[in-house]
């Protein structure tokens, strides 16, 4: 299973998008600072994420999600999985 996933920064607000084999490992790595993009900027929570059986499905939809450009797209995504 692959993910595409959307981190939120809880101390800016700020959002990231990526996609993975390993949800929750990404995660930690995100929070440990290795990952270049998002060194300094959390600590970060998973506040979206869907599930796809090939990478190349979850890194499509990741870049179709970047693509937007558009905070108000991203938040919308976020409430429709809000149960």
Do not use: C
């Amino acid at each position: 299973m692959f993910y595409t996933y959307i981190l939120q920064s809880q101390k800016s607000g700020r959002y990231y998008i990526g996609h993975t084999a390993d949800l929750k490992e990404r995660l930690n790595r995100h929070n440990s600072g290795l990952v270049t993009a998002t060194r300094n900027k959390g600590p970060w929570k998973i506040v979206y994420f869907e599930v796809f059986n090939a990478k190349l499905a979850a890194n499509q939809r990741e870049l179709s999600i970047k693509k937007m450009k558009s905070r108000i797209y991203i938040e919308k995504l976020i409430q429709s999985q809000q149960i």
